[in-house]
C-alpha cells in the first residue's frame, strides 16, 4: 500500500516558508542508530514546542516532562540530542503532518516486544495504518514502507512473511500532537550573541549554556575566516514558468528552510534541505547552507563540501564513539574534553565513528565451502530438558528430585590451586545449532587466507534444573550469531576445539546480559569470539595478533584442550 496522499502543488513565494495560513501537527523525532527516526511523544513535543516559543536558539531539558528522559537535552541551534551521562549525540528533527492524520487525532500503533512492553511504529508507519483502519481495510502490506510484515486488523497482529511470527498490536488514545499555523524559521543555524529570554538556573541548563558560550566564539571566528557567501542566482526570464512544489503529507524542519524554490523549469523540484527522504530507513544526507556542521553526523559531513570549508585546517576531529575501552565513561568523556576545549579557546570538531563491519559481502551459495579437516558442517545439541513437559510446576518438581538425588552427568573435578580439570566437564548451554563452512572473503591482518564462518543459533525456550531459575522462559537475543576465524592451521585448531565446547554445552549460558542488564538470557560463557567481521572497532574484531592464543587459553580453562578432544 503506497503512502497516503501523494500531494499538491502550492507555488512558492520564495520566503523558504509555506503560507501563512497552513496548518500543520508538529512530531518531534530523533534519529536511532538503524538510521530510522523515532519519534517523541506528545506530551514531550508540547514541551519542547513551548520552548521553541520561547526562545529559538535555547535548549530542552526532556527530563522536565518525562522522568524516562532526564539524562537528554536537545539544543535547538545544532538540532541534536545530547545524553550526558553517556556523551551519545544524535541529530533530531521537526516534522509535519495534516491534522487529520494520526498523530493530529492523538493516535498511536504499537507493537508488543519480547520484553512484553509496546513500542510505538514510526510516525509514517502509524499513519499508514491508520488510513487502511479508516477504511476498515482487513489487513495491510508494509512493503511498500520497506518492511516485510502485513498488518492484520480483525486479530489485532503483525505477522512476519519471512518468519511467519506473529505479535500484537495495539490501538491507543493519547494526547494529540501540537499544531502550528503560520510562518516557519527559515533556518536553524547557530547565532552569534547572547541568547533572547531568561536563562534556566537548573545544572543542566548551566551546563549546555556554557557549553554555547564557548561554541558562539569558535563559530565567529570560523565566520570571520569564511569567504564571502556566492552572489544569488539570476531570477528566471519574463514569461518563465512559474516555481511550483509538491506540498508532501509530511515535511522535515532539521535546520534549514523547509521550502526552496527549484530552479524555473524543472518539473518535478529537488529534494528540499532536510526533508525526510523517500526511503523510511535512511536519513536525507543533503547538505544544509548555514546550518552548524560540528555535530553533523559524518555521512552528511562527508558529502558536503561546504560543511568541510567551514571547518578551519588544524582542527582536531574528536570521535565521540571510536575511544579506547568499552564503556559509556570514554564517549562521556570525549564530550567534555570538547567542552574544555572550547572553553579554552581552542577549537575542536565532534565527529561521529565509522560504524564497524559486521558481515562480509554477501557469499553465495556455490561459493560456500566445507572447512578442510573438519568433519561436517553442522553440530547440534540434544534437547534432554525439553523432553519432558514444559510445565512449570514439573520443571521444579523434577529439580527437587535431584537435588536429593544429584546427577552424574558431570563426573569432572577441579584443581582449587592450579584451576586443571580432571574429567569432563560440562556446562549448562540451552539446546541449539552450530554451522561452520568457509567464505571467499578474509580477515583483517589475513589477507592470504580464507575465513571460516562460524553460526550459532538458540531459540528461545524454558529454563531447565541446571539453570537459575527452573520451570521460568528464557530469551535468546541476537541469534543467529556469526562469529569469524582465519582458515590457517591455528585457525581450524581453534574450531575444532569449539566443536567440542560446543558438544559439552560450554559455549553460552544463562544468566545476566552485561550489555544489556537482561535477566534469564542467553549470554557468553566466558569463551571469546570474534562477531566483526572487517573491522575492530569494537574489540570484538580483526586485526587482533593474539586473539587465537588467547582463546586456545580460555579454552583449556573450561578443560578444553587438543589432548583431551583427541583422548
Not at 129 to 136: M, P, S
Not at 231 to 246: F, H, K, S
Not at 289 to 302: D, E, K, T, V
Request: net charge positive.
Amino acid at each position: 500500500m503506497s503512502r497516503p496522499g501523494q500531494g499538491v502543488m502550492v507555488p512558492v513565494n520564495g520566503l523558504g516558508f509555506p503560507p501563512q495560513n497552513v496548518a500543520r501537527v508538529v512530531v518531534w523525532e530523533w534519529l536511532n542508530e538503524h538510521s530510522r527516526w523515532r519519534p517523541y511523544t506528545a506530551t514531550v513535543c508540547h514541551h519542547i514546542e513551548n520552548v521553541l516559543k520561547e526562545d529559538a536558539r535555547g535548549s530542552v531539558v526532556l527530563g522536565q516532562v518525562d522522568a524516562q528522559l532526564v539524562p537528554y537535552i536537545i539544543d535547538l541551534q545544532s538540532m541534536h540530542q545530547f545524553r550526558q551521562d553517556t556523551g551519545t549525540m544524535r541529530p533530531v528533527r521537526r516534522n509535519f503532518y495534516d491534522p487529520s492524520s494520526a498523530p493530529g487525532k492523538g493516535i498511536v500503533w504499537e507493537w508488543e516486544n519480547d520484553g512484553g512492553a509496546w513500542t510505538a511504529y514510526d510516525m509514517d508507519i502509524c499513519i499508514t495504518i491508520q488510513n487502511a483502519y479508516e477504511k476498515q481495510h482487513p489487513w495491510l502490506d508494509l512493503s511498500s514502507l520497506g518492511f516485510c510484515y502485513l498488518i492484520y486488523f480483525n486479530s489485532m497482529s503483525q505477522m512476519n512473511r519471512q518468519t511467519r511470527r506473529r505479535r500484537r498490536l495495539r490501538r491507543r488514545l493519547d494526547l494529540a500532537y501540537p499544531l502550528t499555523v503560520g510562518s516557519i524559521p527559515k533556518s536553524q543555524s547557530w547565532p552569534v550573541g547572547a541568547s533572547s529570554g531568561q536563562p534556566c538556573s537548573c545544572q543542566q541548563c548551566l551546563l549546555v549554556n556554557s557549553t554555547r558560550a564557548a561554541s558562539n566564539a569558535i563559530l565567529a571566528s570560523q565566520r570571520r575566516k569564511a569567504p564571502p557567501a556566492p552572489p544569488p542566482p539570476a531570477p528566471p526570464p519574463p514569461g518563465g514558468p512559474v516555481g511550483t512544489l509538491a506540498l508532501r503529507p509530511s515535511a522535515t524542519f532539521a535546520g534549514a528552510a523547509l521550502w526552496a524554490a527549484p530552479t524555473a523549469g524543472s518539473a518535478e523540484p529537488s529534494q528540499p534541505p532536510g526533508a525526510p527522504p523517500r526511503s523510511p530507513s535512511a536519513p536525507s544526507g543533503a547538505p544544509t547552507p548555514g546550518q552548524n556542521n560540528l555535530n553533523r553526523p559524518g555521512p552528511q559531513r562527508a558529502t558536503s563540501v561546504s560543511a568541510r570549508a567551514s571547518i578551519p585546517p588544524g582542527v582536531p576531529a574528536l570521535p565521540v564513539k571510536n575511544l579506547n575501552g568499552t564503556g559509556p565513561v570514554h564517549p562521556a568523556l570525549a564530550g567534555m574534553t570538547g567542552i574544555l576545549l572550547c572553553a579554552a579557546g581552542l577549537p575542536v570538531c565532534l565527529t561521529r565513528a565509522p560504524k564497524p563491519i559486521l558481515h562480509p559481502p554477501p557469499v553465495s551459495k556455490s561459493d560456500v565451502k566445507p572447512v578442510p579437516g573438519v568433519p561436517g558442517v553442522c553440530r547440534k545439541t540434544k534437547k534432554k530438558h525439553l523432553k519432558k513437559s514444559k510445565n512449570p510446576e514439573d520443571v521444579v518438581r523434577r529439580y527437587m528430585q535431584k537435588v536429593k538425588n544429584p546427577p552424574d552427568e558431570d563426573g569432572s573435578l577441579q584443581c582449587p590451586t592450579c584451576k586443571a580439570i580432571y574429567g569432563e566437564k560440562t556446562g549448562t548451554q540451552p539446546p541449539g545449532k552450530m554451522e561452520f563452512h568457509l567464505i571467499p572473503h578474509s580477515l583483517p591482518g589475513f589477507a592470504d587466507t580464507q575465513t571460516i564462518r562460524i553460526v550459532y543459533d538458540i531459540p528461545t525456550g524454558i529454563q531447565g534444573p541446571e539453570h537459575p531459575n527452573p520451570g521460568k522462559k528464557f530469551t535468546a537475543r541476537g541469534f543467529p550469531r556469526h562469529c569469524y576465524l582465519p582458515n590457517n592451521e591455528k585457525g581450524r585448531k581453534v574450531l575444532r576445539l569449539l566443536i567440542t565446547a560446543w558438544e559439552r554445552r560450554l559455549i553460552f549460558t544463562i544468566g545476566t546480559s552485561n550489555t544489556t542488564g537482561e535477566s534469564d538470557t542467553v549470554v557468553w560463557n566466558e569463551i571469546h569470539h570474534k562477531t566483526e567481521f572487517g573491522s575492530n572497532l569494537t574489540g570484538h574484531g580483526y586485526p587482533d595478533a593474539s586473539y587465537l592464543d588467547n582463546v586456545l587459553a580460555e579454552l583449556t580453562a573450561q578443560g578444553v584442550s587438543e589432548a583431551v578432544a583427541k583422548a
